[in-house]
Nanobody, 114 residues
Framework: QVQLVESGGGLVQTGGSLRLSCAAS????????MGWYRQAPGKQRELVAT???????NYAESVKGRFTISRDNAKNTVYLQMNSPKPEDTAVYYC????????WGQGTQVTVSS
């Protein structure tokens, strides 16, 4: 059974920091390209960041320089370090396996207050 379980969401103030985690099970994590997406109320889900099997990263322009995606293959976990978040970063954040069979986590709410 495939599971992607996000954690670490919550309320954070502008200028603070937050780290999201996504623990994967039931997939070959080391050969999986992983990503974080987000969906704000009334908006479409959008890509935030991706990390390839080789550690290559890609970011949405809106989070470049503030967010960092990383992975730990020994722990089957992908992270999203959110520094200096802004109110417009408020959304439900989802973890996803992008290549091969697509899978999604259940999401974790991040709320940024000014």
């Amino acid at each position: 059974q495939v599971q992607l379980v996000e954690s670490g969401g919550g309320l954070v103030q502008t200028g603070g920091s937050l780290r999201l985690s996504c623990a994967a099970s039931g997939i070959a994590f080391s050969i999986s390209t992983m990503g974080w997406y987000r969906q704000a109320p009334g908006k479409q889900r959008e890509l935030v960041a991706t990390v390839t099997t080789g550690g290559g990263t890609n970011y949405a322009e809106s989070v470049k320089g503030r967010f960092t995606i990383s992975r730990d293959n020994a722990k089957n976990t992908v992270y999203l370090q959110m520094n200096s978040p802004k109110p417009e970063d408020t959304a439900v954040y989802y973890c996803s396996r992008i290549n091969l069979q697509r899978y999604w986590g259940q999401g974790t709410q991040v709320t940024v207050s000014s």
